[in-house]
C-alpha cells in the first residue's frame, strides 16, 4: 500500500464527511451528519479505499472494475441507511428485490451525502447543478422507490434552481413539519 493512496483516502473521506456534517447542520438533521459514514473508517472499507485510491472518484469503481464487485460498497450500502441501496427488500406480491420508500430522515441525508460529495470530487469546478446531472445520469438504471427517486430529484432541481441556501432552509423546514414526503 502506498502511504500517498493512504493519505489520500483518508483527506477524502474526512473532507467529505465533515462536509455531509456541515450539510446536515443546516438541514436540521447534525446528529445524522455526525454518525455519516462512519464505515469508511472499518477495515473492510479503509483498506479497499486505500489499495483502489485515485482521487477523483470513488475506489469502489475502480475495486468493482477491477474484480466484478466491490467488497466495500456492500458492506458500506448495508450499514448506512442514506444509501437507496439499503432500502431493498423481498416483496411478498413479486417476490422479488423490489426497492422500498426511504424514510423522510434518511432521503435528507442523501441529499446531503450527494451535494457533498459533488463538491468533493468536483473541487473549484464545482456547480450547483453537479448533483441533479449526476443524479440525472444515473436515473434509468436506478433501482429506487418511484416516490424516493422523484422527492430526492425535486431537491436537487431546487439545489440547481435556487441554489444551497434557501434549498437547505426549505429542507430544515420540511423535516420540522411533516413525518413523510
Given at each position: ?48 479505499g486505500v489499495k ?18 466491490s467488497v466495500a ?109
Open positions: 500500500m502506498k502511504f500517498e493512496n493512504f493519505l489520500g483516502h483518508f483527506q477524502t473521506i474526512t473532507r467529505h464527511r465533515h462536509e455531509v456534517i456541515k450539510n446536515c447542520q443546516k438541514a436540521g438533521i447534525f446528529w445524522q451528519g455526525l454518525q455519516h459514514d462512519l464505515s469508511k473508517y472499518s477495515l473492510t472499507e479503509f483498506i479497499a483502489y485510491y485515485q482521487g477523483n472518484r470513488s475506489p469502489n469503481e475502480q475495486e468493482r472494475f477491477e474484480n466484478g464487485y460498497w456492500m458492506h458500506h450500502k448495508g450499514r448506512n441507511k442514506h444509501h437507496f441501496e439499503y432500502w431493498t427488500d423481498y416483496s411478498a406480491t413479486t417476490r422479488q428485490l423490489e426497492p422500498v420508500k426511504m424514510p423522510l430522515r434518511y432521503v435528507a441525508e442523501m441529499f446531503c451525502d450527494r451535494v457533498a460529495a459533488s463538491k468533493i470530487y468536483n473541487g473549484k469546478h464545482y456547480k450547483n447543478s453537479d448533483p441533479l446531472r449526476y443524479f440525472l445520469k444515473g436515473k434509468p438504471k436506478r433501482k429506487i422507490h418511484p416516490e424516493t427517486a422523484k422527492f430526492l430529484e425535486i431537491l436537487l432541481k431546487m439545489l440547481a434552481l435556487k441554489g444551497e441556501d434557501f434549498t437547505f432552509a426549505w429542507l430544515c423546514w420540511y423535516l420540522q413539519t411533516h413525518e413523510e414526503y
